[in-house]
Structures are given as structure tokens and as C-alpha cells.
């Protein structure tokens, strides 16, 4: 996915991270300097840059509805530990560099949507909800390790 500002620049992860690659880890076929600007960088545009050590925590069990402009950036908690949920606060700098927001820009007309709350959806849905909170067993949360894959069922 091409990540372009609403000013015409190329973010820092203008390069798509590819279908074709088949890597255990979406960073692993990425070179150091790719590497090192998604370590070094305080947000991410995809979420397959992320490889957290541990489960995020769950904000809520269900989504967020907000109101979204369009042409304006965002920064959606991907830790879950924010008190402005669905958006960061920073508070990820408390998991030592497991968590970092994913920023978009809404490309949409100005409209209620729904963002995560779980914080478990899947990769490609960035922030919008997905409907996995209705198949996550919140009550044993330890069958699900980070990164977990989901089945085709999902």
C-alpha cells in the first residue's frame, strides 16, 4: 500500500511491502535501512510493521464510533492503552517499543465510521473494525499468542 500525505509527499514507508514475499515476519524481507526507518519512526502506515512481543490490551469489546474528516491524519492506538481511545495518547511508550499508533489519513467524506476497540482486528483492515470482536474469546485470552493468524473462518 502507497502512503502519500495529503501534500503529495511519500511517507517514509513509500515502498509497498509486497504479496509475493512469503516470510515468516512482513519485515523480514525488508532491508536494514527499511528496517531501521520503521524502528526509528514513531508511527506506522500498515500494520504489518508492527511485530509486537505480547498482546495489546483490549480498549473495549467492540467498536469505536467517530466522527472522521476528510484529509485529516489520525493516530489510531494500537496498544490499547490510551485514555483518548480510539486515538493515541502515547501511552504506547510504556510497552519499551512493542506498540507504535498507525496513522492514516481519511480519504472519505466527512461521515461516522467504525474504528477498533478490540485492537485485535486483522492487518489489512488498519483501523476499521473488522467484526473480530465477535470471535475473540475474551475470557481466555491466553490461547492467542502475538501475531496470531486467523483462520479462514474469520
Known sequence: MFAWSKSGSASAFARPVTTVRHFSS??????????????MTPWVWDR??????SLPTVAQRKP??????????????????SKTQPFCDMSH??????????????????????????KLNKDESGARCD??????????????????TRTKEW
Open 64 to 81: 469505536f464510533r467517530v466522527e472522521l474528516e476528510p484529509g485529516k491524519e489520525y493516530m489510531w492506538c494500537t496498544c490499547g492503552l
Open 93 to 118: 511508550v510504556k510497552t519499551l517499543g512493542d506498540f507504535k499508533p498507525l496513522k492514516f489519513v481519511w480519504d472519505g467524506p466527512k461521515q461516522t465510521v467504525s474504528l477498533c476497540g478490540c
Open 48 to 53: 504489518k510493521h508492527l511485530t509486537p512481543g
Open 26 to 39: 512482513p519485515i523480514e524481507g525488508l532491508s536494514t535501512l527499511e528496517k531501521l526507518k520503521i524502528k
Open 131 to 148: 467484526g473480530s470482536h465477535r470471535r475473540i474469546d475474551f475470557d481466555d485470552m491466553s490461547k492467542y499468542k502475538p501475531n496470531f
